[in-house]
């Protein structure tokens, strides 16, 4: 007669023929490289000292800005479109602008922080005044 709490015979040995030594120093060799990995991530993150904003208007460079020196810009091209981007130490926004749609404005900041997750990643774009803004950001050694 089994009892229902008593082992089954034969399980811990197929256990212990799976779980052998090779297998457990991979498994420890795999996670150990998962954490180098991740240590690495983590500290080749962007900065901020070093990063800066490019603004350029129908193709052309119009400024560029150190996040280190936080202000706004104010873009008035010769059909009176208007773009004000506002730069701050850690990123940049579309403050206000003249087009109809208003996209560039509701795309939100993009910082050294959110760049990698955004839908357009470092970029704010108005078409119709074909104005874009381009976070650079510099990686720590």
Same mark, same amino acid.
């Given at each position: 007669m089994m009892y229902p709490c008593a082992p089954v015979p034969g399980k811990m040995d197929k256990f212990r023929s799976i779980m052998n030594r090779? +297998? $457990?120093?991979? #498994?420890?060799? %795999?996670l150990v490289v998962a954490v180098l990995l991740l240590c %690495?991530?983590?500290?080749? &993150?962007p900065t901020a000292e070093e990063s800066q904003v490019v $603004?350029?208007?129908? =193709?052309? /460079?119009?400024? &560029?800005v150190p996040l280190s020196q936080p202000g706004?810009?104010? $873009?008035?091209?010769e059909d009176g479109s208007v773009n004000v981007v506002e730069i701050t130490e850690k990123g940049a926004v579309m403050a206000y602008s003249t087009c109809g749609n208003?996209?560039?404005?509701?795309? =939100? /900041?993009?910082t050294v922080d959110n760049w990698e997750w &955004?839908? +357009?990643?470092?970029? #704010? $774009?108005?078409?119709?005044n074909q104005v874009s803004v381009e976070l650079v950001v510099s990686q720590e050694p």
């Amino acid at each position: 007669m089994m009892y229902p709490c008593a082992p089954v015979p034969g399980k811990m040995d197929k256990f212990r023929s799976i779980m052998n030594r090779k +297998n $457990i120093l991979l #498994i420890i060799a %795999v996670l150990v490289v998962a954490v180098l990995l991740l240590c %690495v991530a983590c500290f080749t &993150r962007p900065t901020a000292e070093e990063s800066q904003v490019v $603004i350029t208007v129908a =193709g052309k /460079e119009y400024a &560029r800005v150190p996040l280190s020196q936080p202000g706004q810009v104010t $873009i008035t091209q010769e059909d009176g479109s208007v773009n004000v981007v506002e730069i701050t130490e850690k990123g940049a926004v579309m403050a206000y602008s003249t087009c109809g749609n208003q996209l560039c404005v509701d795309m =939100g /900041e993009v910082t050294v922080d959110n760049w990698e997750w &955004r839908p +357009n990643q470092q970029f #704010i $774009i108005c078409l119709p005044n074909q104005v874009s803004v381009e976070l650079v950001v510099s990686q720590e050694p």
